[in-house]
């Protein structure tokens, strides 16, 4: 297989709602993370590293900060003759407004750039999870499949087999029924959202479907059940590697915290399969003489004057003199006032935590949102 007969099409439109105040005014592949990153990275770097470099994103919720975050792709060695990235966004022609109305209609709005790549393989992914993942090693199980449709699954605990979509397979790992969030499933096998399509296949079941008024709007809803039942070879490919969906404040803040662990699973120094980021461009960290920093991530820009205790402090965090942060994640940019307690938290960036605030979250892990003040007064940082 040649790195030119593989698209990938990474989804990164969500609102995350459930992520609340941290994406009012971004979407929710664009929330930071893991005190560098943000949690697209991961994704891009995963088709990076697995030699897949054309690329498109398609974005839809307040995609500023994305975009920019994007660029070129020079972070991700995208930038050159023979690699792209390409921000794909809705937009108005003489049939009216093209709104994505879900996962596969924004593939099918996005029919023409996708011909124009010429890729015989489509990989879908979604923009808003924290996995690494060999892609080639899927794509490579398509091939020998002879299949037009593989599906990626890993196996969840069985009790929680009833929130996720269900793949059940037979003996050869052919998908042979699809349970969307079964009350009582039949197997754990979950779907990751990760798909590998013909392109020409999947183009002729869009077209087809679109032109009939039977829209196939969802991959899970729509496409895979349409697979099903037109009889095609389908199968799911088996991961078992790191993967969280942080859709979720508690899951953010769990996943944030895992990385403290030295031995966490994601492990973001083996340098055969790095994460890459858009450099900043920082200032070097400053930890004081009065400060004390024991089991946390400090990253580039910080300065800290305070006590910090297994946190994380992003880039460009100030932690000012006498505060002290437990169990949190200070996102970049935010300020932490003189004197403020932060415990079992999620401060959002460019966020101001007022002198002597408490922002106690041990009942409920606390958020303050993007660009919040609490507990400021007026010029008291002049």
């Known amino acids: 297989m040649m790195a030119s007969d593989v698209l990938a099409m990474i989804l990164a439109g969500g609102k995350g709602t459930r992520l609340g105040s941290l994406t009012q005014n971004q979407a929710k592949p664009g929330v930071p993370f893991g005190g560098r990153y943000r949690i697209i990275d991961f994704t891009i770097s995963n088709c990076v590293n697995s030699g897949i470099d054309n690329i498109g994103v398609i974005t839809q919720y307040i995609p500023l900060k994305l975009n920019s975050h994007i660029g070129n792709g020079f972070s991700w060695g995208l930038d050159g003759l023979d690699s792209s990235i390409n921000i794909l966004q809705p937009y108005t022609d003489n049939r009216g407004s093209r709104w994505f109305e879900g996962t596969a209609h924004s593939i099918y709005q996005n029919i023409d750039f996708i011909d124009r790549q010429g890729a015989k393989y489509l990989l879908i992914l979604s923009g808003d999870h924290i996995y690494k993942m060999d892609y080639d090693e899927m794509i490579q199980q398509h091939i020998d499949n002879n299949a037009t449709l593989t599906v990626a699954v890993m196996d969840v605990p069985m009790e929680d087999a009833s929130r996720y979509g269900i793949m059940n397979t037979d003996v050869s790992n052919r998908i042979i029924d699809f349970e969307e969030k079964p009350a009582q499933p039949k197997s754990n096998h979950a779907s990751m959202g990760i798909y590998i399509f013909d392109w020409q296949r999947l183009r002729d079941a869009l077209t087809t479907a679109f032109s009939t008024d039977n829209q196939m709007l969802d991959f899970g809803k729509n496409v895979i059940p349409f697979y099903l039942q037109s009889d095609e070879r389908v199968f799911a490919y088996q991961f078992s590697g790191y993967w969280r969906d942080v859709g979720t404040i508690d899951s953010l803040w769990n996943a944030n915290m895992e990385l403290l662990d030295p031995n966490n699973e994601l492990n973001l120094y083996d340098r055969s399969w790095r994460i890459y980021s858009k450099d900043t461009i920082a200032a070097p960290q400053l930890i004081t003489g009065?400060?004390?920093?024991?089991?946390?991530?400090?990253?580039?820009?910080?300065?800290?004057?305070?006590?910090?205790?297994?946190?994380?402090?992003?880039?460009?965090?100030?932690?000012?003199?006498?505060?002290?942060?437990?169990?949190?994640?200070?996102?970049?940019?935010?300020?932490?006032?003189?004197?403020?307690?932060?415990?079992?938290?999620?401060?959002?960036?460019?966020?101001?935590?007022?002198?002597?605030?408490?922002?106690?979250?041990?009942?409920?892990?606390?958020?303050?949102?993007?660009?919040?003040?609490?507990?400021?007064?007026?010029?008291?940082?002049?």
């Open 290 to 382: 009065n400060a004390t920093v024991k089991d946390s991530m400090v990253v580039d820009g910080c300065y800290v004057d305070g006590e910090v205790e297994h946190s994380i402090l992003s880039v460009n965090a100030n932690v000012k003199k006498g505060a002290k942060i437990t169990d949190s994640v200070i996102m970049p940019g935010a300020i932490i006032g003189e004197g403020a307690v932060i415990n079992h938290a999620i401060i959002g960036e460019n966020a101001e935590i007022g002198r002597n605030k408490v922002i106690d979250g041990q009942e409920e892990v606390a958020v303050i949102g993007n660009n919040e003040r609490v507990g400021v007064i007026p010029n008291e940082n002049e």
